[in-house]
């Protein structure tokens, strides 16, 4: 509750009903303009792996998967995903993708650790995706240029979206603005990374910040990154760390910085045993995944998860996630916000 924004006479722009059949014309069009941008194939994908090898995401390395046992399995333990970011590499291998061709699918997740507010629930669903490259497309300027063609369907979505009501404004800017971590870390030293990304979001509105997860000058990452599927350790030419990053967009109604995907080239196989090195996780590099990936048996990708109730909550500019996703709420956040006149499903 302690970070709970409840906006000042908030109304809804849409209906319940309204909401309802938006989410569905949001997630049609943002899905398949994705695909054409990208050279994205769907696909099906596991709710569920088993527990033991290295798939599951570890996000930050210390949230607990929801595991339970297969009867018909021997009891064979297994997870519910947090995300897909190893899955989609090894599906892009056993599947048989080229160079620039990739999948995304429609990921489900449970987070039981996660702390609840007006952005996050235990139940996670986003677009995930991966895509081919080459190892000399490792670079920063490959990480923006996909970067501009995911903002632009964004931008486009917006604009669908406002098309079909009328009580919907764009709000989005043309650009989206690059900075790293490091450059929000010098010119906002005395802030804490939330509120440098309120600051950077407040004057540009849609922003990537690069290099997610290798510490900055005051010994602090910017943000938590597990280190077997980002690369935030690799030297960039402007000094700074990493090829991943974050796109970031200014929420109207919260009035706070945004995050709707969180993305990067992958490791390939010295970056992964720098960064294991880095956490002090080298006994990961026994696990079946990590083996793969060390013996060369993966591709090198580029991918990401953007974020289904997230960009609904954006286009349709409800105050909650549970306004455009059904959750499970503590009894006092259902009052504040139906105070509030926050409507949760």
């Not at 297994?78 to 599947?95: G, H, N």
């Not at 007006?118 to 300027?141: A, C, F, G, M």
């Not at 010119?187 to 690069?210: N, S």
Request: glycine content about 8%; charged content about 25%; aromatic content about 8%.
């Amino acid at each position: 509750m302690a970070n709970l924004i409840l906006p000042k006479n908030y109304r809804p722009l849409l209906s319940v009903r309204q909401i309802e059949a938006a989410i569905k014309d949001i997630k049609d069009f943002f899905e398949r303009n994705l695909a054409q941008a990208l050279n994205l194939q769907r696909v099906t994908a596991p709710l569920f792996v088993r527990s033991g090898t290295g798939v599951n995401d570890d996000l930050n390395g210390v949230e607990r998967p929801v595991r339970f046992c297969v009867k018909d399995d021997g009891e064979a333990p297994v997870e519910i995903v947090q995300s897909l970011a190893k899955w989609k590499r090894m599906a892009l291998a056993r599947y048989g993708y080229a160079v620039g061709e990739g999948l995304y699918t429609d990921m489900n997740a449970l987070r039981p650790d996660e702390s609840l507010d007006n952005l996050h629930s235990i139940y996670v669903d986003q677009w995930d995706w991966e895509k081919i490259i080459t190892p000399d497309e490792r670079t920063r300027e490959t990480l923006e240029a996909v970067v501009r063609a995911i903002y632009d369907v964004i931008c486009r979505t917006e604009f669908h979206i406002a098309s079909q009501h009328s009580s919907i404004r764009p709000v989005l800017p043309e650009k989206i603005h690059f900075v790293t971590s490091e450059d929000l870390y010098r010119q906002y030293p005395d802030l804490t990374p939330r509120e440098r990304e309120d600051q950077v979001c407040a004057e540009h509105k849609a922003v990537f910040i690069i290099g997610i997860g290798a510490e900055l000058p005051d010994g602090r990452p910017h943000d938590g990154r597990a280190p077997d599927y980002d690369d935030w350790s690799t030297p960039r030419p402007d000094g700074g760390r990493g090829l991943n990053g974050d796109i970031l967009l200014w929420n109207p109604v919260l009035g706070r910085a945004f995050e709707i995907s969180s993305m990067g080239i992958r490791v390939d196989p010295p970056t992964l045993v720098e960064q294991l090195k880095i956490r002090g996780l080298e006994e990961r590099a026994r696990l079946p995944f990590h083996r793969m990936l060390l013996n060369g048996e993966l591709p090198q990708t580029i991918g990401g998860g953007i974020g289904q109730s997230r960009l609904c909550m954006f286009f349709l500019r409800t105050a909650h996630v549970g306004e455009v996703s059904v959750g499970i709420w503590p009894e006092s956040m259902e009052r504040a916000c139906s105070q509030a006149n926050i409507a949760l499903l």
